[in-house]
């Protein structure tokens, strides 16, 4: 579709902040920067208290399409404004902060339920204000984790996420915010559980301990961030039996939702192997794997499809998204030197985990699935995209360890 037409499609308001960001990304001053930014936050500040739906979206993606260099400053932008803001309450002003602290998973089991006690949650709540937070912080958690598909699905969502938890926390909301039914696999052996709420400080104060400017602010960060995984071993780790656990620092809700989804890829891919390897008894050098970028236009996922020596027939696969543009790069040369090689990355992680025999299949492949299970399709040594399909003698449901 020509660009111009893609253009006059967007509402006046997707218009409005694809040009205050254009604008901004062609300043050739800090005075201009400021301008158009404060131009830049007072929409992005209507739009995410009105009622426009998903138009920072459909901005985001006419910039994407267009290849604009606008389109990180309005994604840094949303980020920050739906996730942060400014009230007053009792003729006090106060900054918001949304925050997520991810505890990352995996198993050769079946992952657990981990249901929140109250206990766990007030344990989990003294840990974060006491090692995380600055003094005078005011904190307000969700009572129950959160799983990746029950994340909000726009800025908007995320806005009054943020909103709603911070005025129940300042007794002006009855309610927190519900949460959709958590749609997770059964079969699912790495998952992220996010401990969500809000930070309150009276405007212009710190948020977190590392703030200190007295301080090295990372060899303190690095200090809070020992800290608080080793309250969080004593807290929930008997919630997790039979699981190798990771907890990330608590971090404003973007950052640690992105730092969250690196960290479960390589978590994924040693599951699914240790699982092969202990359900299946195959042993890693007997395991081969095809590496396949998937896609549209470019890279949207690498599928990894799990051989045994004996054939060629897939017998499982693995999905490794892409989340950035440098790796859904389809083509090698286009990295600009220093960039991460994702292809490189893949296949030592299958190395470390004992698989020697790795095939890169060049090209750019469709996105195909099943279509009677949607079960995703993956390469076998040879390119050929198949449905993964186990022998026969081998039980493909996880152990219930729990």
């Not at 090692?131 to 800025?155: C, E, K, M, N």
């Not at 090295?216 to 200090?223: A, G, M, P, Q």
Request: hydrophobic letters at 40%.
């Amino acid at each position: 579709m020509p660009a111009r037409s893609r253009s006059s499609s967007l509402s006046r308001t997707s218009l409005s902040l694809v040009s205050l960001a254009e604008s901004l990304s062609r300043s050739g001053s800090r005075l201009e920067d400021l301008w158009w930014q404060q131009a830049l936050s007072k929409t992005l500040t209507k739009v995410l208290g009105g009622r426009a739906g998903h138009s920072i979206e459909h901005a985001l993606e006419h910039l994407l399409q267009q290849r604009s260099p606008a389109y990180e400053l309005l994604v840094e932008h949303a980020e920050a404004y739906s996730e942060s803001f400014n009230l007053t309450h009792d003729n006090q002003p106060y900054d918001v902060q949304l925050i997520s602290a991810p505890v990352l998973a995996w198993t050769r089991y079946q992952l657990p339920a981990a249901q929140l006690t109250d206990a766990h949650l007030q344990a989990l709540s003294d840990a974060m204000s006491g090692i995380v937070l600055a003094p005078g912080a005011q904190l307000q958690l969700l009572p129950h984790w959160v799983r990746f598909d029950q994340l909000p699905q726009s800025f908007r969502e995320t806005r009054t996420w943020a909103t709603e938890i911070a005025q129940h926390s300042l007794g002006t909301r009855r309610d927190l915010p519900g949460l959709p039914p958590a749609d997770t696999p059964e079969d699912l052996l790495a998952d992220a559980y996010f401990l969500i709420g809000v930070v309150i400080v009276p405007q212009g104060q710190a948020l977190f301990k590392w703030q200190d400017t007295g301080e090295n602010s990372l060899v303190k960060r690095t200090e809070v961030a020992s800290q608080w995984a080793q309250a969080c071993v004593q807290a929930v780790e008997p919630l997790f039996t039979g699981c190798l656990m990771e907890y990330l620092l608590p971090e404003a809700f973007y950052t640690a939702t992105r730092q969250a989804d690196q960290s479960i890829r390589p978590l994924t891919l040693k599951a699914a192997i240790t699982w092969l390897q202990t359900a299946a008894h195959i042993a890693a050098t007997d395991l081969r794997a095809a590496i396949v970028g998937c896609g549209e236009q470019a890279i949207e996922e690498y599928r990894i499809g799990f051989c045994t020596r004996k054939n060629n027939d897939v017998i499982y696969g693995c999905v490794w998204p892409s989340l950035s543009r440098e790796e859904a790069t389809p083509d090698l040369s286009e990295a600009a030197e220093g960039e991460v090689d994702t292809w490189d990355t893949l296949a030592a992680l299958l190395r470390e985990s004992g698989i020697q025999d790795i095939r890169r299949l060049p090209g750019l492949h469709p996105l195909e699935f099943c279509d009677d299970c949607g079960t995703p399709y993956f390469p076998n040594m040879l390119g050929e995209m198949q449905h993964p399909e186990l022998p026969e003698e081998i039980d493909p449901e996880p152990v219930q360890f729990h």
